[in-house]
């Protein structure tokens, strides 16, 4: 098995294309069709966590965050990101990351949050735009039955919780075939009129590849006259940040408590109680100072995230409970996460969940 296999798999989860502008996504070290002996699951990639690798005999690291974050300039292992990437090239080591693009996805890492608060009713907190988008395309009228089956197939035409899903009009096209040509439908040099059903159907970006290599497959004219078309709808299922409900309402003594144990958070920051009941939560891993407003404008009763600064806890307005509870807290359970993933399709595979701790941070 190559990591390309390994790493095709993590992409149907969460899309590289999912992930933020500023991000450095995907192989970041070594070569997609090396063979992989084992996998080893991490937050982050130190030299420990290379070391680790080493030692349980895997040559992949999947990291959630990515060790090379701007660009190397030379490796001289002067600092710590030089380092490990200096100890994983000398010992054929690969390091993937997949950081932001897994942030984006309803059942990443934000899910995670959700799933292990128990929270139900789940929706998207600040949705992506810019990630649908839509073929228009003409055919004669006898194949478009045909064509848009194999466009379904190739995965076109899924809308949240529906499938299929395309928009047909009938029409007359027209054209006239050059001397090289070779119309399927009329003859060369003749101009023709012809019955087609315009077919329009929209995809995630990712998707795009597969979706066009369907179209040319499957379109009976020699030129395929087609229309590519980023849409502004936002994708209700991506993006970053979730929100939910508690099965029960508790006071905010005890839901502050309940979060604590949870993430298994040494010191939890949070704003000043405002003695209601907790019932609606907003979640986001990693940094989310971001998207105070979003929970407020989602009407969540306490938002629960990472690295709140000091005058970002002003932000609360006295209208949300907010709950600092780490960086690396909030993210924990992506390790477990992943190695769930793939296990269940590589069940015979060695995929490692790190026993190494990566937080830089501790609390005297």
Do not use: W
């Not at 905010?252 to 704003?271: A, P, Y």
């Amino acid at each position: 098995m190559k990591i390309k296999d390994i790493t095709d798999h993590i992409e149907k989860l969460a899309p590289l294309s999912y992930a933020e502008d500023f991000d450095n996504v995907g192989l970041l070290v070594g070569n997609s069709n090396t063979i992989v002996t084992g996998i080893l699951i991490t937050l982050d990639t130190l030299e420990k966590t290379v070391n680790e690798a080493i030692e349980k005999k895997c040559n992949l690291i999947i990291s959630f965050h990515p060790i090379i974050f701007s660009g190397l300039k030379r490796l001289n292992g002067n600092n710590y990101v030089e380092k490990v990437v200096l100890s994983a090239v000398k010992n054929d080591i690969a390091i993937y990351a997949i950081h932001t693009a897994l942030d984006n996805v309803k059942y990443g890492v934000s899910g995670k949050m959700c799933e292990m608060l128990g929270l139900k009713n789940l929706k998207t907190l600040i949705p992506k735009k810019g990630l649908i988008k839509k073929l228009t395309t003409y055919v004669p009228r006898e194949n478009a039955a045909a064509l848009r089956s194999k466009l379904f197939k190739a995965g076109a035409g899924n809308i949240g919780n529906y499938d299929h899903c395309s928009f047909n009009i009938e029409g007359t096209g027209s054209f006239k075939g050059g001397n090289l040509s070779n119309p399927v439908v009329g003859k060369k040099g003749e101009l023709t009129f012809s019955p087609e059903t315009c077919i329009s159907v929209t995809y995630n970006d990712y998707q795009e590849n597969t979706i066009l290599e369907s179209l040319f497959r499957h379109h009976p004219y020699e030129e395929v006259a087609y229309e590519l078309v980023t849409l502004d709808n936002k994708n209700q299922n991506i993006g970053m940040g979730m929100s939910g409900e508690l099965q029960n309402a508790l006071d905010e003594g005890s839901f502050l408590n309940f979060v604590k144990k949870t993430f298994k958070s040494k010191c939890v920051r949070h704003t000043k109680p405002l003695g209601k009941s907790i019932k609606n939560i907003a979640v986001l891993g990693g940094s989310g100072s971001f998207a105070i407003n979003n929970a407020i404008k989602a009407k969540a009763d306490a938002y629960i995230s990472a690295d709140f600064k000091y005058h970002d806890f002003f932000k609360s307005e006295e209208k949300i409970l907010l709950i600092d509870v780490g960086h690396y807290e909030s993210e924990r359970f992506t390790k477990n996460l992943l190695v769930d993933y793939l296990s269940k399709k590589f069940s015979t595979f060695a995929i490692i969940l790190s026993e190494e701790s990566t937080n830089p941070i501790y609390y005297l």
